[in-house]
């Protein structure tokens, strides 16, 4: 990847934009008490799932255990993420030192949109895309605060970019395995990916035939499992139980398959009061743990398997929200002043437009399409990006790329399903800009050779 100074001064750019962010966020913070609402840690640790990192992060640093409360052995969360903070807490006393980390692996990431894209788009395409990402309100957030979606981005698109992006050589295939075990680590979503790299390294390499092939899949697995592996031992020397986390099976069933009985039967329905009563029989604690998905699985396989096309549909359905959420709704409800919220219309008497749709409520989604004018025109600029992204599937030109793009983002999409919040797009959303650029520069171009004509 060969970098010029245009680049690097626009990635130092987007770091910039980045810091003043945070500094700007600290003192906000700071003189109005609290940014989301609660009081008991400060900004940057933010929301509900930041605290918990931190606290991992925290025991990793001074008692060397990877656990909550001291006592119990963590397999909820995945021990990437922890294990960076506990290193920035060792090696200059403090967590929030994470965040220029992060600021840094987002001048990374730049690097890594603008160099994919590069393959999709002429220079100044991909340069546009990488911006885009980086300036957008999502990306400036997570970086400057203490959660796992930079770091986790960083090391997926290093992934992308060493296996199918550089120079095919065996060493890159292997650091790419590395790199995506990495990101497993920090986001156990991208255990699969995997199978999905596979099936695209054998149509790239299926001309130079089956050993070929071989050689490159077992490079890119063995890196891969030479970084996951330790931890499923010791997972399984904790717990009995072979696993990475119980996160995936802990969303199922306490989430998913809550709502699809609540929408399917009702939410005072017997099939729904039996089985809120079945998961809340169980501690809390308990569904958290590996050996807690042992528990869970006796009461939701049961209506997997008497619903199972019902329920695809619901989860297909309900996915849709992975796409067409916003972003700034999303950040809105994440800085808990009086001023933003009434600025963005976020008050208890605006509702949310997609539960609105969803339920067949017109008049009250109109209602929040007028409250929330900002947000109504993020919704309408994100789908027209959607629209643009999806319409690469009928361009001939750089076939492969685009739907090994396509299958990525198509993959976060399903298997965050029901669950999806704007943040949980934000690993594909770099990918979903190249792809919209790639529509706007074939739009582009037909228009030239129209107007030529």
Known sequence: MKLNKKIIILAVIVMFVQSVAF???????SRTGDLDGDKTYAFPTQGQDSPEFVKLGHNLATEGRFTLDGTTPETFRTIGYPLILAFMEKTLGSSVATIFLQIILSGGIFFLIWNIGRNFLTENWAIAAALVFGLSPSAIFHSVVLLSEIPFIFFFLFSINLIFFAHDRRREIFLGGIALGIATLIRPISLYLPLIFAIFLTFKYWKLGKKFIASRLLLMVLGFILVIFPYYVRNYKETGVWGISSITTYNLARYNIREFLAEKFGTGSPESLNYNKAIDSIPVERLRTLEGVRDLIPIYSPVLKSHLVSYAVFHVVETLKFFFSSNIRYLGTQIQIGAVQ???????????????????????????????????LDRLLTVVIILLATGTIFIKKNR???????SLI????????PVSIPRYRLPV????????MV????????RNAFSYS
Do not use: C, M, W
């Open 342 to 376: 009434k600025f963005l219309g976020l008050n208890s008497s605006s509702p949310d437009l997609l539960h609105e749709l969803r339920a067949g409520h017109i008049l009250e989604a109109l209602k929040a399409l007028k409250d929330q004018a900002l947000i109504t």
């Open 439 to 446: 529509s706007l520069q074939s739009l582009r171009k037909y």
């Open 400 to 406: 492969y790329n685009i739907f090994l793009l396509l």
């Open 23 to 29: 500094f700007g966020l600290k003192i906000l913070d």
């Open 429 to 436: 959303e770099g990918l979903i800009i190249i792809l919209a």
């Open 410 to 417: 198509a993959y976060f999409a399903v298997l965050t399903g």
